[in-house]
């Protein structure tokens, strides 16, 4: 860093995204992007509003709002948009945590948590998961003083907690904010998403994203929703910060997506099926697979040590996600469902390498 | 706002953007917009990465930053890009200040700074304009302990200062960070940018947008250009806090509007026409009009108070700006140069409203 670089900030280590790898026919399985294209009604959306980006975009982003509210059945004051959730969890942390308000989450979870904590001087509160990966969220009672992030289903493990029992996190938290980051949920099935819960509870705050079951991760768009007085405070946020947060493209980009109810169903229904098939696959060639509720699988195998096999796939063109951090998942393997056609091809050079 | 709502920013006055008004055949020259859309260019590189939205954006925005960089005449090393000029100033706010660096600016500027400056719990050390509006850098000498950002032109009184007054700054702050606020430099005419003394000097970052001069207000596309130190440290903050912070619509975008340097002369032309005789009509009507560097005039007459005209122009369905704040300015209006066709209507309601 420059000499003129802030001393408060020297520690900071910043978010290692996934690898962008730059290989022709490159099967790209490691960022849990959707295989899918965008909906049909996207492209022609987009072109509709390119004469228009010589003005500003609609601060109050208006037409994806009621989009997103119409989707998840709620009113758009109960809606925030985001320049991706990433977005949207700055300014939940920013608006619910300070120096004396820590952030409390799992250690095996999503990375940019402790990422943004640092970057804001957010004291962290690390709840360890238990050994088979699952949370126990009794640890997460009465943790006063706190703000909560749970992500439901949760990654990298792919493992879902059901609406009850994150219910009764809000319920025994009531003077806290509970976010419950949901970028898998439309992979989780039915009856899946915590939304309701913020239509009963003042203290509980959902947010999703566009990025994997809307095929929209280029287009850079998050959403949080929550009672008006928690969105309120995120748009304060906002306002201080970035109040044209949300280009003209990318918002009619994804009100496009949003509407288009039946596309969506059906490539969600077809990254269900792969998943299946790819989960049976896996398991005959050895592997542990974590039962998934979302557009990846978390496996593991005893035949091989992972980097190894993250590295010969890697040189074949196929690559996946591996975290060499010293955590607990180090001889595990984050594998994005893509088109069949690409689980044919990393179940065949799995094969080979296992041979 | 809600009971959950941090203490630390419980006083946070969030920016109060132009308005947003909307009326059939409005005349909205409030927001200093470009009148003529995009290059036409854009529509296709936008329409040629629809598909590619399922897949995540480029974080190093290759693309946008060579197609800057080659317009610029820098290195793609001096170039770092924001969703929005607006997300580079609180990058380098973040980066260069703290509670013990404070910021220095002008008393009347754009009125983001002291916003971010709350967010970001930096102190303000602010400077007031002479009573012509005109700035005396020499008052910025010196500042050790400081970072200081001069909007050049500044807004919102459309005054130019010279590189070698701003080189003066620059040298004579060895251990600042200057940051250049260029936002409408390119209507300020040939030499005019700092952009040179980023190549001569580690202590110096220009912030440039492509909202105004570029037509795209609506992709929030900015970028600063600095040594490389600099712009690793912008990195580094933006990698801790929104790796993908460009989508891949507005990347396209706005690589595409870069690179048509016709289109970008032409309508740049066309606006600086448009404010000579813009400027020479205001005064034949009793305006005092500021020599504008800009692509807006700051205009004040004795013939009637500023907020009347405002407020009756509003009522014909032209839009222009007027700051209410208790500054020196409460009886000025800023008028963003349109068409002349827009410009026509302006100055025909004026006649009407000061006959």
Known sequence: MSRFFTKTLAQLEPYTPGEQLKIPDLIKINANENPYPPAPGVAQAVAGC???????????????????????????????????????????????????HPLAFADITYSFYPVLCDLLHIPQHILPVEQDFTIDLTKYYGLSGETIVIANPNAPTSLLQPVAAIEEVVRRNPDSVVIVDEAYIDFA????????????????????????????????????????????????????????????????????????????????????????????????????VLPSATNFVFASTDRMPAKEIFLK??????????????????????ITI????QMDALVAALKEILA
């Open 50 to 100: 390119v004469d228009g980006l010589r003005l500003y975009s609609d601060l109050t982003e208006a037409k994806l709002v009621a989009a997103i509210a119409k989707h998840c059945g709620v009113a758009p004051e109960n809606v925030v948009c985001g320049n991706g959730s990433d977005e949207n969890l700055l300014l939940a942390l920013r608006a619910f945590c300070d120096q004396t």
């Open 189 to 288: 099935g039915a009856g899946a998403t915590c939304i309701p819960l913020t239509q009963k509870y003042d203290n509980v705050m959902v947010v999703q994203t566009f990025s994997k079951s809307h095929n929209l991760a280029g287009a850079r768009l998050g959403f949080a929703v929550a009672d008006p007085a928690l969105i309120a405070d995120m748009n304060r946020i906002k306002f201080s910060y970035s109040p044209y947060n949300i280009n003209s493209l990318s918002e009619a980009a994804g009100a496009a997506a949003m509407a288009d109810e039946a596309y969506f169903g059906k490539t969600t229904a077809a990254i269900l099926a792969t998943r299946t098939s790819t989960t049976a696959r896996l398991r005959s060639l050895g592997f542990t």
């Open 313 to 334: 796939l890697r040189s074949r063109g196929i690559l996946i996600r591996y975290f060499s951090a010293p955590q607990r998942i180090d001889n595990w393997l984050r």
């Open 338 to 341: 893509g088109t069949d056609g």
